[in-house]
Antibody
Framework: EVQLVQSGAEVKKPGESQKISCKGS????????IGWVRQMPGKGLEWMGI????????RYSPSFQGQVTISADKSISTAYLQWSSLKASDTAMYYC???????????????????WGQGTTVTVSS | QSALTQPASVSGSPGQSITISCTGT?????????VSWYQQLPGKAPKLMIY???YRPSGVSNRFSGSKSGNSASLTISGLQAEDEADYYC??????????FGGGTKLTVL
C-alpha cells in the first residue's frame, strides 16, 4: 500500500525550533516529489514548497521562502519540514503529499497531489 | 502569490448537479492545463478528485468532472449525494510559484 505517515502532534513555545517528518512507503520514494501544505485553523489550503528526494531539488512558494526549510533523507524515505524559530502564527495543520509531475525541457510541471499524509498539528503558544 | 478565486459556498439537493468555479489568471489557470481539484471531508486530509483539468484518479466516481475555459476552471458534481458534502479546493501550476490553491468552497447537500 502506498502511504505517507507523518510524525505526531507538537506543542511548542514561540522562538523554539521544530522539525516534523513524513515517511513514505509502498513506492519508490526517490522517484516522486513530496510537497508540504499548511492549513491554519478554520482556513484553506496553502502550498508551501516541494522537494524531489532523488536529488533534493527544492522549490518554495514565495510566501514561505525563508520561513521554513524543506529537506529529505532518501536513505530512510523521509521528508522534513522545519522551523528555526516558531511564531504563534505557525499554529496549523501541516500535510505532506506525493506530487505528480511531468517534465518538459528540464521544466517540471506539478499537476496533482495523489497521496496524502494524515497531517501533523503544530501548536505554538506561550 | 494570490490564491485562485472560488465561491465560499454552494449548495444543492440530492440528485441535482452543481458546479464550482475557480478563477485564476493568465499566469496559472489560463496558461497551463495543470488544474486539479481536491475534496476535504471534515477532519480529514484532502483527496485528489481531478487532475490535469479533467482526468479522474482511479477510484473516483465518474459523477465528478472538470473543465476549463480561459482563466477559469470548473468542477461539476452530478447526481449529488449526501456523502459529497465537503470542502473543495482547486489548484493550478503557476509561473511564479510551483502551485497555488483556491480559497476553498463549502458544498452543502440540502
Amino acid at each position: 500500500e502506498v502511504q505517507l505517515v507523518q510524525s505526531g502532534a507538537e506543542v511548542k513555545k514561540p522562538g523554539e525550533s521544530q522539525k516534523i517528518s513524513c515517511k513514505g512507503s509502498g513506492y519508490s520514494f526517490t522517484s516522486y516529489w513530496i510537497g508540504w501544505v499548511r492549513q491554519m485553523p478554520g482556513k484553506g489550503l496553502e502550498w508551501m514548497g516541494i522537494i524531489y528526494p532523488g536529488d533534493s531539488d527544492t522549490r518554495y512558494s514565495p510566501s514561505f521562502q525563508g520561513q521554513v526549510t524543506i529537506s529529505a533523507d532518501k536513505s530512510i524515505s523521509t521528508a522534513y519540514l522545519q522551523w528555526s524559530s516558531l511564531k504563534a502564527s505557525d499554529t496549523a495543520m501541516y500535510y505532506c503529499a506525493r506530487v505528480r509531475a511531468t517534465a518538459d525541457r528540464e521544466v517540471y510541471y506539478f499537476y496533482g497531489m495523489d497521496v496524502w499524509g494524515q497531517g501533523t498539528t503544530v501548536t505554538v503558544s506561550s | 502569490q494570490s490564491a485562485l478565486t472560488q465561491p465560499a459556498s454552494v449548495s444543492g439537493s440530492p440528485g441535482q448537479s452543481i458546479t464550482i468555479s475557480c478563477t485564476g489568471t493568465s499566469s496559472d489557470v489560463g496558461a497551463y492545463n495543470y488544474v486539479s481539484w481536491y475534496q476535504q471531508l471534515p477532519g480529514k486530509a484532502p483527496k485528489l478528485m481531478i487532475y490535469e483539468v479533467n482526468y479522474r484518479p482511479s477510484g473516483v466516481s465518474n459523477r465528478f468532472s472538470g473543465s476549463k475555459s480561459g482563466n477559469s476552471a470548473s468542477l461539476t458534481i452530478s447526481g449529488l449525494q449526501a456523502e459529497d458534502e465537503a470542502d473543495y479546493y482547486c489548484s493550478s501550476y503557476t509561473t511564479n510559484s510551483p502551485v497555488v490553491f483556491g480559497g476553498g468552497t463549502k458544498l452543502t447537500v440540502l
